[in-house]
């Protein structure tokens, strides 16, 4: 696609929405970016819950814009030196905290980095953003797009980049370009999640910021991350299959008793909000053999995770790298799609292993039996030896491959 004088329109306005127009338009190509809500309004269906970018996706985002850490992250979100500021207690006790070349992370709501990424755009006077706008069909002259409808006319553009939600409708949006052979694979998620915001000033006498205490399997069904926001505010998000308790009575059954004292030395200043998605749902494109050149999909509308794994962001972000670099190369549409299919097969994978073995069948139990066994042998050597904590870390993180645990003779 190596020609800056080309246009691209963006659908869908959401994180991986944001990041394509910027990277787009940083290209110096005329770019459109169309969402039906409306942005100076803007609603994240997971905005009122914990938010932490992996370290891979943080590398990424600054990688791609470099000024935004510096004028944007660190003046806006709360930082976190992950080994040291998170106190993380595991299925079978807490973690080590060290200072460590890990880093920091931020912490922060949704829609707070989406308005930063909004303002960015607004910088640019070759992006146009056209909110409150529903596109109401697609346009392809021959084997290539030409364009959208929408209810105020068509917009043309040789390049359309759908990176509608996990609630906007894919599959819809292949039929209505004829595109078929595509492979969906979905999983389902059984575990649910609720969050609230905290008053507290319980950390200022401690030497960590964060508490996360996670699921692991049966060991452990329930877990709650509490993370900072801004001074003495926090976000707290409980997770597992069984909601139906309320919130101190959840508190009260976790693997750690200091949830419960935080709560009860703290005031809830937000009700509780639940949310259960449908799990997580990838497409392949591999095998179709019409897809039209200048058709790029991107973000949950390839892919989606359940965000109780905390990885969505930065699955988006990795195909947004992919994207950057595709600008500048001659290769086809086609080619681009079937690389973004191979770029998340490890983080599908991982973000979705625990989901796969809650719904396994009896055939596939003894498989997800012996993984269970693994990760709990790295999980009970992590709380004992820095080293296998801090490749733990990394892996979560997408910095490290789980093959890399080989190499530290866990098993």
């Not at 791609?64 to 660190?74: A, D, G, R, T």
């Not at 452990?220 to 309320?246: A, C, H, W, Y």
């Not at 179709?288 to 989606?304: K, R, S, T």
């Amino acid at each position: 696609m190596k020609n800056s004088q080309k246009s691209a329109i963006v659908v869908g306005a959401g994180f991986a929405g944001l990041v394509s127009a910027l990277v787009c338009g940083r290209k110096g190509m005329k770019v459109t970016l169309i969402d039906k809500r409306d942005l100076d309004q803007t609603h994240v269906s997971q905005g009122k819950h914990a938010h932490m970018l992996t370290k891979k996706g943080l590398n990424i985002l600054c990688e791609l814009f470099p000024e935004i850490e510096e004028e944007y992250l660190s003046v806006r979100f709360t930082k976190l030196h992950f080994t040291h500021d998170v106190k993380w207690v595991g299925p079978y006790q807490a973690y080590p905290r060290f200072h460590s070349d890990f880093g920091n992370i931020y912490t922060f709501y949704r829609p707070d980095l989406d308005r930063i990424l909004v303002e960015m755009l607004a910088k640019l006077t070759n992006v146009e953003i056209l909110s409150g706008v529903e596109v109401l069909g697609f346009h392809r002259k021959g084997t290539a797009m030409s364009g959208v409808a929408t209810a105020g006319g068509d917009i043309f553009s040789d390049n359309v980049i759908v990176t509608t939600g996990r609630f906007g409708n894919s599959e819809k949006t292949l039929e209505a370009l004829n595109i078929k052979k595509y492979e969906k694979e979905s999983i389902p998620s059984i575990l649910k999640y609720r969050s609230f915001e905290l008053e507290s000033s319980y950390f200022e006498e401690k030497d960590y910021q964060a508490i996360m205490a996670t699921t692991f399997g049966e060991i452990n069904p329930n877990g709650t991350v509490m993370i900072p926001i801004t001074k003495n505010r926090f976000m707290v998000t409980q997770v597992g299959k069984d909601l139906s308790t309320e919130v101190m009575a959840f508190s009260d059954c976790l693997h750690t008793p200091e949830i419960s004292e935080v709560l009860r030395k703290s005031k809830i200043v937000t009700p509780p909000i639940t949310y259960k998605l449908e799990g997580s749902r990838r497409y392949s494109f591999k095998k179709v053999q019409n897809w039209p050149e200048g058709l790029l999909m991107l973000g949950d509308a390839a892919v989606f995770m359940n965000p109780i794994f905390a990885q969505g962001l930065t699955l988006a972000l990795i195909q947004c790298e992919a994207l950057n670099h595709f600008l500048d190369t001659e290769s086809s549409s086609f080619d681009f799609q079937v690389s973004v299919d191979e770029l998340i097969q490890e983080p599908w994978f991982l973000g979705t292993l625990e989901d796969r073995r809650l719904n396994a069948k009896s055939w596939q139990r003894p498989f997800y039996t012996v993984a269970e066994k693994c990760v709990a042998q790295v999980l009970k050597k992590a709380t004992q030896d820095k080293a296998t904590y801090l490749k733990l870390v990394e892996t979560l993180n997408m910095l490290s491959s789980p093959v890399s645990f080989f190499n530290l003779r866990v098993f």
